[in-house]
Nanobody, 123 residues
Framework: QVQLVESGGGLVQAGDSLRLSCVAS????????MGWFRQAPGKEREFVAA????????FYADSVKGRFTISRDYAKNTVYLQMNSLKAEDTGLYYC????????????????WGLGTQVTVSS
């Protein structure tokens, strides 16, 4: 059974940094896309970033390009999201997801989800 467990969220001020972690277990993830999504109150879940577990290709939403970096650690079966220069509009519940669909930004392409970690950025 696949499990994704996020951590690292918190309350920070605008301009600060956070690093989110997602520990994945239950299977090997070769051929999978590992993604980060976020959802603010009253809004739809939106794509943030993704990485191919094999090969390491990365993808970012335009709103986070140049500020966020996604990476993965094979040995720890962990995906990270380094978030710098945080803005109030980055506030939301951040989810880690795993899937095999090539349509990276589409949440429907991800079969497995974590419970999320809250990020709150005060302006």
């Amino acid at each position: 059974q696949v499990q994704l467990v996020e951590s690292g969220g918190g309350l920070v001020q605008a301009g600060d940094s956070l690093r989110l972690s997602c520990v994945a277990s239950g299977r090997t993830f070769h051929g999978y896309v590992m993604g980060w999504f976020r959802q603010a109150p009253g809004k739809e879940r939106e794509f943030v970033a993704a990485i191919f577990w094999t090969g390491g290709n990365t993808f970012y939403a335009d709103s986070v390009k140049g500020r966020f970096t996604i990476s993965r650690d094979y040995a720890k079966n962990t995906v990270y999201l380094q978030m710098n220069s945080l803005k109030a509009e980055d506030t939301g519940l951040y989810y880690c997801a795993a899937g095999r669909d090539s349509n990276v930004p589409n949440p429907r392409g991800y079969a497995h989800w974590g419970l999320g970690t809250q990020v709150t950025v005060s302006s």
